[in-house]
């Protein structure tokens, strides 16, 4: 955890190349998943009630967008970059970006290559009624910590 988001590492396996060679287009939304689940399934959330610390068990993406800016062309570690761009009332925008597992590949700035980036809005929904549903006070809390100090850079995403 860092002040802004979290740093999780994720796999790129060779059935996720396209015929190119290139990690497929879809398969980002894939990597940007398995590293919010991983996160979230450490706090204790799961999508069976009985088993979840958590009240808030019903989740969808309601919206995924997606920059790319270097391809990835093996397969191997990289790191998903997450965080909370805003919580509302039932719906939430996280901010991401897949960078290279070293961090620091490009010399001249010393910095991470970004494969891409974008936001994903999430939805709780009813398990009942699958209507959107107020966030619990648990997940708030547990949120929190994602919640980035930095202005917010996703004015396109859809209001929470």
Known sequence: MTADGVHEPVQVYFDDLDAMGLLHNSR???LVERAIGAYWHRLGWAPDP???????VLM???EFKVTYH???????????HFWLERM???SGVYGFRVLSADRVTDQATNQATVH????RVNVNLDPATFRP???????RVAAAPLLRTAP????EAAPC
Request: without cysteine; negative net charge.
């Open 28 to 30: 980002y939304a894939v």
């Open 50 to 56: 009985a088993r979840s610390a958590f009240p808030d």
């Open 60 to 62: 969808a993406v309601r």
């Open 70 to 80: 270097a391809p990835i062309a093996e397969p191997g570690e990289r790191l998903v």
């Open 88 to 90: 509302g009332r039932t």
């Open 116 to 119: 891409a980036e974008g936001y």
């Open 133 to 139: 549903a107020p966030f619990s006070d648990e997940i």
């Open 152 to 155: 917010a850079v996703l004015a």
